[in-house]
């Protein structure tokens, strides 16, 4: 009998949480390369999540690239991010449930990860992050990227939507950045850009890997 290292009350046990987790997700992503679930992440820990970034005012501007030439990320992507620690009981709950996830995918679809890395991000009034790839094709570094989402609060009609295209540039889907929505999607196949939103905007993105390296 394996028992959970944090604790978990029995309504989180109640929910399907386990199904998304041990085939609806490795289904989606072998079927689509994508999904976007509410179900993986308690609501008390989104609230936490939020509350902890929210708070903080050491997240810095985000880079592109080895090369570190600040006005041109800048105009590619604006962000501030601080990379996840797990050093908080917090930051470690959430990276013990993203590695249980993280073996999961192993198991259901070989895909070898070797670890997770995630950075809090704050996109400010404005703020973007132009069409891109998180993974080059053939590297095999970064192989899943996630992206949870922490503001409480978010109306349709105030942008900040993550938006998916497929290979062919063709739009996908468009995500609002809602407490609790996590979306998954293969690193290599899906462009992806965040359009600029009028309040700031809170997220967790990570990436399952297959090694270590220079993060890009
Ligand atoms: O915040 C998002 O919706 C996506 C962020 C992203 O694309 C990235 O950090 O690479
Ligand atoms: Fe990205």
Redesign the pocket.
Known sequence: MQYHETPVTPVELLQPVDVVLTEALPDALAQCGWMITEQVFSPRLIQELYEEVSDRNDLTP?SIGRADDQQRNSRV?R?KTRWLSGQSPLQAEYLARMDQIRQQLNRSLYLGLQEFEAHY?R?DAGDF?RT?V?ALKGQRNRVV?S?T?LNPVWQSDWGGE?VLYDESGAQLRR?L?TMGTT?FFMSEEFP???LPAVTS?Y?I?GWFRVSSGVAI
């Open positions: 985000a992507r962000d991000a996109y992050y891109h998180d990227t992206v989402y993550l995500v950045p979306v992806h850009e965040v905007r997220s993105a």
